[in-house]
């Protein structure tokens, strides 16, 4: 028997809201329905978002807050990638507390970058042999890992947390972190090690904002610091206040400043007493990510995390941006005549992922009703044809190709047979009709009780 997932305390409560969010789509009922993309991860809670623009992909690196948890849980980051901003696939853990030796407790936000062929990632984690936080640095050759551990030890460990990097145009690279104060220091070309002395960036109101009645802490500067340059221009965004948090950032001529306040970006909303900032430019157009409590079970210690489009002013300054349930505009469309693993998801109901035996992942715990939406997917003159890779220890199910909703036009369906085990992979195909032109497409699994089957990957064929 296939036992409960970590995340199956929640997965009812999930579904329910997925069913709402439809159902409220339903009765709004413009000519095309809306549905939300936002947060856009529903399988499990996920928190600090750090995107990556890489090889025409966006690359989203994670923190995982654990289900129920009332006290920054965290014990992994996570993975997804997307090439059009709606549809995102999940790769994962590939990195974790167990990574690193040195560390006990609280894999928190981090960053990733690509440089010299490698992925460096900063993560920071309470030392043992301390019990103070420090920032490691974990490398890979892949922007999906696997990661490992670069040092051994700590690459730096002053008790402070929360580290952004970013390579100016003449190549040096910089790390910055810290919470209550901020700090850099000037990386060294290999990226794991550095020149000087960690320095610390003076919190001046001018250059960081007023905190009202606090005369500890006078600046807005709380953590998350996010920093990159744009058109010449030095960006420091920055989760301030405290709490509940909202979204500032400043402006300065160079790399360590001196730093201007500009204002808020994101006000405080969202059902989460922290925020944390990335921001990225792809594909032509700029977007915000974030983190609130959006899912059931939501809140302050059960994030998720959000995107947002949005267009800076004439002048480089930010605009204000508020959360939206709708999210970002997809980039293009999929192609639904190229494998697709099933662990691409726009949107999902009752779903999770796991490790597949054939290698990267599967979606199982699948029960009757369950579905997955991918979205814009270019089937042109139409589909003939539809196969996945599936797997069951049970009897196997249906699994129904449905349009532009999870009760939409059907236009085709699989039958799943029982393999003999969850990881036992077989391929199913089947007719389908009326795809043609560009579409939602929604899998629908339905069958008797319990698990039906898990599916690792489809393809449509013409």
Same mark, same amino acid.
């Given at each position: 028997?296939?036992?409960?997932?970590?995340?199956?305390?929640?997965?009812?409560?999930?579904?329910?809201?997925?069913?709402?969010?439809?159902?409220?789509?339903?009765?709004?009922?413009?000519?095309?329905?809306?549905?939300?993309?936002?947060?856009?991860?529903?399988?499990?809670?996920?928190?600090?978002?750090?995107?990556?623009?890489?090889?025409?992909?966006?690359?989203?690196?994670?923190?995982?807050?654990?289900?129920?948890?009332?006290?920054?849980?965290?014990?992994?980051?996570?993975?997804?990638?997307?090439?059009?901003?709606?549809?995102?696939?999940?790769?994962?853990?590939?990195?974790?507390?167990?990574?690193?030796?040195?560390?006990?407790?609280?894999?928190?936000?981090?960053?990733?970058?690509?440089?010299?062929?490698?992925?460096?990632?900063?993560?920071?984690?309470?030392?043992?042999?301390?019990?103070?936080?420090?920032?490691?640095?974990?490398?890979?050759?892949?922007?999906?890992?696997?990661?490992?551990?670069?040092?051994?030890?700590?690459?730096?460990?002053?008790?402070?947390?929360?580290?952004?990097?970013?390579?100016?145009?003449?190549?040096?690279?910089?790390?910055?972190?810290?919470?209550?104060?901020?700090?850099?220091?000037?990386?060294?070309?290999?990226?794991?090690?550095?020149?000087?002395?960690?320095?610390?960036?003076?919190?001046?109101?001018?250059?960081?904002?007023?905190?009202?009645?606090?005369?500890?802490?006078?600046?807005?500067?709380?953590?998350?610091?996010?920093?990159?340059?744009?058109?010449?221009?030095?960006?420091?965004? =920055?989760?301030?206040?405290?709490?509940?948090?909202?979204?500032?950032?400043?402006?300065?001529?160079?790399?360590?400043?001196?730093?201007?306040?500009?204002?808020?970006?994101?006000?405080?909303?969202?059902?989460?007493?922290?925020?944390?900032?990335?921001?990225?430019?792809?594909?032509?157009?700029?977007?915000? =990510?974030?983190?609130?409590?959006?899912?059931?079970?939501?809140?302050?210690?059960?994030?998720?995390?959000?995107?947002?489009?949005?267009?800076?002013?004439?002048?480089?300054?930010?605009?204000?941006?508020?959360?939206?349930?709708?999210?970002?505009?997809?980039?293009?469309?999929?192609?639904?005549?190229?494998?697709?693993?099933?662990?691409?998801?726009?949107?999902?109901?009752?779903?999770?992922?796991?490790?597949?035996?054939?290698?990267?992942?599967?979606?199982?715990?699948?029960?009757?009703?369950?579905?997955?939406?991918?979205?814009?997917?270019?089937?042109?003159?139409?589909?003939?044809?539809?196969?996945?890779?599936?797997?069951?220890?049970?009897?196997?199910?249906?699994?129904?190709?449905?349009?532009?909703?999870?009760?939409?036009?059907?236009?085709?369906?699989?039958?799943?047979?029982?393999?003999?085990?969850?990881?036992?992979?077989?391929?199913?195909?089947?007719?389908?009709?009326?795809?043609?032109?560009?579409?939602?497409?929604?899998?629908?699994?339905?069958?008797?009780?319990?698990?039906?089957?898990?599916?690792?990957?489809?393809?449509?064929?013409?």
């Amino acid at each position: 028997m296939k036992v409960a997932s970590p995340s199956s305390a929640i997965r009812k409560s999930r579904r329910g809201f997925a069913l709402l969010t439809g159902l409220l789509c339903a009765l709004a009922l413009l000519p095309a329905v809306a549905r939300a993309d936002n947060p856009i991860v529903q399988t499990i809670y996920t928190a600090d978002p750090a995107p990556l623009v890489h090889d025409g992909r966006v690359y989203l690196y994670t923190g995982h807050d654990e289900d129920g948890s009332t006290n920054y849980t965290m014990k992994e980051w996570r993975v997804w990638s997307s090439a059009d901003m709606v549809n995102w696939t999940d790769h994962g853990s590939p990195l974790n507390l167990a990574s690193f030796g040195w560390a006990s407790a609280n894999a928190w936000a981090g960053q990733a970058i690509y440089r010299n062929g490698k992925f460096y990632w900063y993560v920071p984690m309470t030392v043992r042999a301390t019990g103070a936080m420090g920032i490691g640095v974990a490398v890979s050759t892949s922007p999906t890992g696997p990661f490992s551990d670069a040092l051994g030890h700590p690459l730096v460990a002053n008790g402070e947390f929360d580290p952004t990097v970013f390579v100016d145009d003449d190549g040096q690279a910089y790390l910055y972190w810290g919470n209550p104060h901020l700090w850099y220091v000037k990386l060294n070309p290999d990226m794991i090690s550095y020149s000087g002395s960690p320095t610390q960036i003076p919190l001046t109101t001018a250059g960081f904002g007023t905190r009202p009645g606090n005369t500890s802490r006078p600046t807005l500067f709380e953590e998350g610091p996010w920093v990159y340059k744009r058109n010449g221009l030095y960006y420091n965004v =920055f989760a301030a206040s405290c709490c509940p948090e909202f979204i500032a950032y400043s402006t300065a001529p160079g790399p360590t400043g001196p730093w201007t306040y500009r204002g808020t970006i994101m006000p405080t909303q969202g059902s989460s007493f922290t925020n944390h900032p990335g921001v990225i430019d792809f594909n032509g157009n700029s977007y915000f =990510f974030y983190h609130n409590g959006a899912l059931p079970g939501g809140g302050g210690y059960t994030r998720s995390v959000a995107v947002e489009k949005f267009s800076y002013r004439a002048d480089g300054t930010f605009p204000t941006i508020t959360m939206t349930t709708t999210g970002a505009p997809q980039v293009g469309t999929l192609n639904p005549y190229t494998r697709q693993e099933a662990e691409t998801i726009a949107w999902e109901s009752g779903v999770e992922t796991e490790p597949s035996g054939e290698g990267g992942r599967d979606v199982g715990w699948l029960e009757n009703g369950d579905w997955i939406k991918v979205k814009g997917a270019a089937f042109g003159a139409g589909a003939k044809t539809f196969t996945a890779r599936v797997a069951s220890a049970t009897s196997g199910g249906r699994l129904e190709i449905r349009l532009d909703d999870a009760a939409g036009t059907l236009a085709g369906t699989c039958t799943v047979p029982g393999t003999g085990g969850w990881q036992t992979w077989t391929s199913v195909s089947c007719p389908v009709t009326g795809t043609a032109g560009t579409h939602d497409v929604y899998f629908r699994f339905t069958g008797g009780g319990g698990y039906l089957f898990n599916v690792n990957w489809w393809q449509f064929a013409a």
